[in-house]
């Protein structure tokens, strides 16, 4: 099952505030008091346990840092991209396309990467690539291939990577 990026840190966060403080994980529960059938031999395995979660809380904290470096090095690359309905669809499709795409370099061209049912009813003209700087763009030219449902779009603009 897959968590959100924001999911995880919260929990992480809270998490990480449960075990930074002096009460334990069942105080701030409500359960203050041990029953009568906990053994000091019980609370030191708990303590060990709580210690073993924290290490592993410190590891998580690394590689979630390494992911926010990532994400923030490769959103710029992430596009959003609008395709409005050629005439002869217009009333017979009720949704004009959206979705995303993403900007790669190939041999000193840029081209956006995204899926062909996103353009498949418009045109180079009717497309809008909106770049997370907030310019918008138009493909110069358009690859599409049905059986994939992949679509390259060329694009040219300055620093785009």
Known sequence: MRFSTRFTAFALALLATALS??????QLAGASTQ?????????????????????????????????????????????????????KYRGMLDVEEAGSG???????????????????????ELIRIHLTDGRVLQPERIWEDKETDVAVLAVSAPDLL
């Open 102 to 124: 993403v900007i790669v370099e190939f041999g000193g061209r840029h081209f956006v990467l995204t899926n062909r049912h996103v353009i498949r009813h418009s045109s180079k």
């Open 21 to 26: 403080t002096t009460d334990t994980f069942a």
């Open 35 to 87: 029953s009568a059938g906990t053994t000091a031999a019980a609370a030191g395995d708990r303590d060990r346990e709580y210690a073993a979660l924290a290490r592993d809380v410190v590891a998580l904290e690394r590689e979630f840092g390494l992911i926010k470096r990532v994400v923030k090095l490769v959103t710029p690359t992430v596009v959003h991209i609008e395709a409005s309905l050629l005439p």
